[in-house]
């Protein structure tokens, strides 16, 4: 459970960002981390189309900047998009400096406020840095996708057990993590429609 959703005391430690929205909604908000990327992110779309939903996208910058007629698609389908930092950093593994100098490098490509760190790992201070900018969006749920020990079953598993009010759903549009995403994805929303849940994308105050 802490990775797929973490507990009070670790959200505590961030008190600026997002991890939750609208608790007495019976709405979530599906997210998608690491794109875009041609082999996933259409279907990704495409099933969001079919269901018609829109979601939040957290783009990696070199993505979008080798991808960046499907960024615009993205944006042309109606969904929100978000800094998912240039190259994918770790801030635990850098200065703050360069780890700034990577996300405003991002930010230049993608134009969205919205941030998400990398493996939803920030030092304290970076955090406190980017809030002045940025809304800085964590989650409620890791669909633990990109997890290679898991199955499509125990992904969709995560979600059924864990969703709940106001979660914001992590799924990822990689390589790494299509198989169990493709399953789990069109699985769970059906899901979540069953009991009633609605969809919402994350979008920039």
């Known amino acids: 459970?802490?990775?797929?959703?973490?507990?009070?005391?670790?959200?505590?430690?961030?008190?600026?960002?997002l991890w939750r929205?609208?608790?007495?909604?019976?709405?979530?908000?599906?997210?998608?981390?690491?794109?875009?990327?041609?082999?996933?992110?259409?279907w990704v779309l495409d099933v969001l189309d079919h269901y018609g939903i829109k979601a939040t996208?957290?783009?990696?910058?070199?993505?979008?900047?080798?991808?960046?007629?499907?960024?615009?698609?993205?944006?042309?389908r109606g969904h929100s998009v978000g800094n998912h930092t240039m190259s994918h950093m770790q801030s635990s593994l850098v200065t703050t400096r360069t780890y700034l100098r990577n996300v405003?490098?991002?930010?230049?490509?993608?134009?969205?406020?919205?941030?998400?760190?990398?493996?939803?790992?920030?030092?304290w201070g970076t955090a406190r840095?980017?809030?002045?900018?940025?809304?800085?969006?964590m989650y409620d749920l890791v669909t633990r996708?990109?997890?290679?020990?898991l199955t499509g079953e125990q992904v969709f598993a995560n979600v059924r057990r864990y969703a709940r009010k106001g979660s914001i759903i992590v799924f990822h549009d990689s390589l790494k993590a299509e198989a169990n995403m493709?399953?789990?994805?069109?699985?769970?929303?059906?899901?979540?429609?069953?009991?009633?849940?609605?969809?919402?994308?994350?979008?920039?105050p």
């Open 57 to 76: 996208f957290f783009c990696v910058g070199e993505n979008v900047k080798r991808n960046p007629d499907l960024f615009m698609e993205l944006k042309r």
């Open 104 to 123: 405003k490098e991002a930010e230049e490509l993608i134009g969205s406020t919205l941030f998400r760190p990398p493996h939803g790992i920030m030092r």
């Open 145 to 149: 996708d990109y997890n290679h020990k």
């Open 21 to 42: 929205i609208n608790r007495r909604r019976k709405v979530v908000y599906l997210t998608f981390d690491d794109g875009p990327i041609p082999e996933v992110t259409p």
């Open 1 to 17: 459970m802490w990775i797929e959703q973490p507990p009070l005391l670790y959200r505590m430690l961030f008190p600026e960002a």
């Open 182 to 204: 493709k399953y789990a994805l069109p699985r769970s929303i059906e899901w979540l429609n069953k009991e009633g849940y609605g969809f919402l994308p994350i979008v920039e």
């Open 129 to 137: 840095l980017l809030k002045d900018h940025y809304n800085i969006v």
